[in-house]
């Protein structure tokens, strides 16, 4: 074991009642925009009465204290880092120590728009599998709230995906005191995950994702040409974000300009938001709200949305976007690719047609690749049973 | 065609003290730390100064003045083909004043040209002669300002059918001189392409402070041409997401925008600031080198007393759906047209050579300062210019 030299400080979370009064406060006074004709399928973004119906549950009848005991039913630190440059970061984490004597720890990492309470349903099926008759490793389950977003600090000066996973890897090592570790992600999180498994290659095990994130180096001599199946992906998935990248390319150059209304208004902050939720998630979108709310429960993403709006962490999450291409840590450099065993599962999105394998073999060691029939891009709080067992199937297989 | 009728801003006290008590009670929150020297816009709208511009709106702005000033001029409202327009109609010195259609874009509003208006309309008090007066027609946009709210988006194009009604049937022109920046430079050269007097439509000609409405099919060919294309790439690249946005998911942006006057307000402002001349006289760049407060919260306002920020981004998504701004390759616009190419202007015209591959070009003007809201920026600059295009075409 490492010598654990940063300590780590139990948290609970506590909402303050004169916050929960202003949040109630501010639903009560929400003033709808109006909606063009031909919305009944979001397809000029969220959708008026599935809004009208989240913030009237919100305003009348979301229960943030029983939420939030749940979340403290998880037991949560905190622990001071500072960076290179000299720049303190606050690091809020959930850590649930595995049954049996030689559990493996295992560091979740999750994205935007979402928070740590994304992993939360699987918590308890990974690190106590007995619990679940599932045979099996069990996990030390580790789940940091990303640097900008719920519970862990504001960054004064931004920073990006590779700092992050500097942080990640001291958490593991000075504040948790272990040697090496495996990590799992999607989203943003699989950013972090993959520079992890890059830049500390020697105690990260084996690395788990539901997205990938990184881009070959195709000018580097050891990369054999884009083959037909390559092609075909990579100009679907360009049509595809051609209609849905508005709030990436906006949150990458000006999340500024957005801010002062996201954070004034909590309607705003579910509108912006929800339409990830509907889009990415495996939801049916054939109503304007039954398949949204079939999907997440009003009680599940409202506990997201709750988090981002009491912690006032909409301007710092969406930063990220900013934050991370400046950093420049997503290209591998030529001949660069994450050594480290991964594995990665695909669950459905959308219409995002399914990455070739051959195109994830590029930029990653790829020793497992398996695509689901059911899940979404929050697989995690989608399907947290067949989640679950694919991560821990995984890496019976990496480790 | 029904007769327009006149029209007033009044807009309830209730609607004002509404939208101040949201911008007095704004809770403030962090921004990403900028060094000394460099710029604070750099991530977006500079809290600095939003925090500025709302003390000053909270506590000094006063909307009844912005009112008179917005009812110092005839306006009206008058259905076009279903859709609703409010206008100014000024009517111009003169014997025979020839019509001039002003065309306002987004985040702009008809405020933007009430500065020209008495310098175009009546020369005389500006040290011209009578004889050159204009009569002024100033829309709002469908989905801006005093102009109705569409049921779903609509763009340029349409809108250039609907103001060619507006001119020749509504008011009764034959023709008409069209002036346009922003999307009222799209707007313009639609009038210009599809209603000019060439094809039976009443626009004689069209004056234009934007590359809008291009040829189709042309690509960068000189090396200047080249050199443009890049430059305008990649100013596109960091400077387009507001558009991408609003063509794709104007709904996701409406709720925080329709609940949030002081949301409202850093997501115009940041585009003053980025797409205007703020330079100084001593080299540095400040927001109220190009405009006061007071202009910027006029503009502000008529969105918000209005509600109209959400169908004011649908115009994106509808130019999309119309098919965007090209005409069909191989032709181009005959009406004689003027360019006024203002230096920070952020969508910079070609070189004259491409320009030309579009446009019957008569006038051509580089101005030495001035940027994208050119009549509420240069004023007298901008209005002389399109006096002296209008009293050319006389001959």
């Not at chain 1, 001071?80 to 649930?96: K, M, S």
């Not at chain 2, 403030?28 to 925090?51: C, F, L, N, Q, S």
Request: net charge negative; with cysteine.
């Amino acid at each position: 074991m490492t010598h654990r030299i940063v300590p780590a400080d139990p948290f609970k979370i506590h909402v303050p009642d004169h916050e929960i009064a202003d949040l109630k406060h501010r639903l009560e006074q929400t003033r709808f925009p109006n909606e063009p004709d031909g919305n009944e399928h979001w397809a000029y973004g969220t959708n008026l009465s599935y809004m009208e119906r989240l913030v009237s549950y919100w305003r009348d009848d979301f229960d943030w204290r029983k939420q939030e005991a749940w979340l403290n039913s998880f037991p949560q630190f905190k622990a001071v880092l500072t960076d290179d440059d000299d720049q303190d970061h606050e690091i809020h984490f959930v850590y649930e120590k595995g049954s049996g004597p030689n559990p493996i720890p295992l560091i979740m990492t999750h994205g935007w728009p979402s928070t740590f309470r994304e992993f939360l349903d699987v918590v308890d099926r990974l690190a106590h599998p007995e619990k679940y008759g599932q045979a099996g490793p069990a996990f030390d389950v580790i789940v940091p709230s990303l640097i900008g977003y719920g519970f862990s600090s504001l960054p004064r000066i931004p920073i990006g995906p590779a700092a992050i996973a500097d942080l990640w890897h001291r958490l593991m090592t000075e504040v948790l005191g272990y040697d090496t570790y495996a990590a799992q992600a999607g989203d943003w999180g699989s950013f972090v995950t993959s520079r992890l498994a890059l830049q500390h290659p020697k105690a990260v095990r084996a690395i788990h994702l539901t997205m990938l994130p990184l881009r070959p180096n195709m000018k580097h001599e050891s990369q054999s040409a884009i083959t037909p199946e390559e092609a075909t992906w990579i100009k679907e998935m360009k049509t595809w974000w051609s209609t849905e990248e508005g709030y990436r390319v906006i949150q990458s150059t000006k999340p500024m300009a957005l801010a002062f209304g996201l954070a004034d208004s909590p309607a705003g902050l579910a509108g912006w938001l929800a339409d990830k939720y509907y889009r990415l998630g495996d939801t049916n979108k054939s109503h304007e709200w039954e398949g949204m709310e079939a999907r997440f429960p009003m009680d599940t993403i409202l506990t997201q949305l709750s988090i981002y709006w009491f912690t006032g962490t909409i301007n710092s999450a969406n930063t990220l976007y900013k934050a991370g291409p400046e950093e420049g840590s997503s290209l591998l450099q030529s001949g660069e690719r994450v050594t480290v065993p991964t594995g990665y599962t695909e669950y459905p999105m959308d219409t995002l047609p399914i990455t070739p394998r051959s195109w994830a073999e590029r930029s990653y060691n790829l020793k497992t690749f398996k695509v689901m029939e059911k899940g979404g891009h929050f697989a995690a709080m989608e399907e947290p049973e067949l989640f679950s067992n694919d991560v821990r199937s995984a890496f019976e297989k990496l480790l | 065609m029904a007769t327009p009728q006149p029209f007033k801003v009044e807009i309830q006290q209730s609607v004002i003290d509404g939208i101040l008590d949201k911008v007095r009670s704004y809770d403030w929150h962090e921004m990403p730390d900028i060094e000394a020297g460099a710029d604070r816009w750099a991530y977006g709208t500079d809290m600095v100064y939003m925090k500025e511009l709302c003390a000053y709106w909270a506590k000094r702005f006063d909307w009844r003045a912005a009112e008179e000033k917005l009812n110092a001029f005839p306006q009206f409202k008058a259905d076009v083909d279903g859709q609703e327009v409010h206008f100014y109609h000024v009517q111009g010195s003169g014997k025979n004043p020839q019509p001039l259609l002003l065309t306002h874009g987004w985040p702009g509003t008809v405020f933007e040209f009430l500065g020209v208006i008495d310098q175009l309309a009546h020369p005389e008090n500006h040290g011209g002669n009578a004889e050159d007066g204009l009569t002024l027609v100033i829309p709002s946009l469908p989905g801006y300002g005093f102009s109705g709210k569409p049921k779903k988006p609509l763009g340029p194009k349409r809108t250039a059918e609907l103001w060619n009604k507006l001119m020749c049937e509504t008011l009764g022109y034959d023709t008409y001189i069209a002036q346009g920046g922003d999307w009222g430079s799209v707007v313009t050269g639609w009038l210009g392409y599809n209603h000019g007097v060439d094809k039976q439509g009443g626009c004689q000609a069209i004056h234009l402070n934007m590359w809008g409405l291009r040829p189709g099919g042309v690509l960068p060919e000189t090396p200047e041409e080249q050199t443009w294309a890049a430059e305008a790439g990649a100013v596109m690249a960091a400077e387009s997401a507001y558009l991408q946005l609003q063509a794709t998911k104007p709904q996701s942006l409406s709720y925080a925008m329709m609940d949030s006057p002081v949301g409202v307000a850093a997501w115009i402002t940041e585009k003053f600031n980025t797409w205007s001349d703020t330079e100084g006289e001593d080299g540095t760049k400040h927001i109220e080198n190009a405009y006061t407060k007071d202009q910027l919260l006029s503009n502000i306002m008529i969105y918000l007393v209005t509600r109209t920020f959400n169908t004011s981004t649908w115009f994106y998504r509808g130019f999309f759906e119309e098919g965007g701004s090209e005409m069909a390759p191989g032709t181009r616009v005959e009406v004689p047209t003027a360019i006024a190419n203002f230096p920070r202007e952020f969508i910079k015209f070609p070189p004259r050579s491409m320009v030309e591959k579009g446009y019957n070009i008569n006038q051509w003007t580089d101005f030495k300062a001035g940027g994208h809201f050119a009549a509420l920026e240069t004023g007298s600059t901008f209005a002389s210019n399109v006096s002296t295009f209008a009293k050319q075409l006389k001959g």
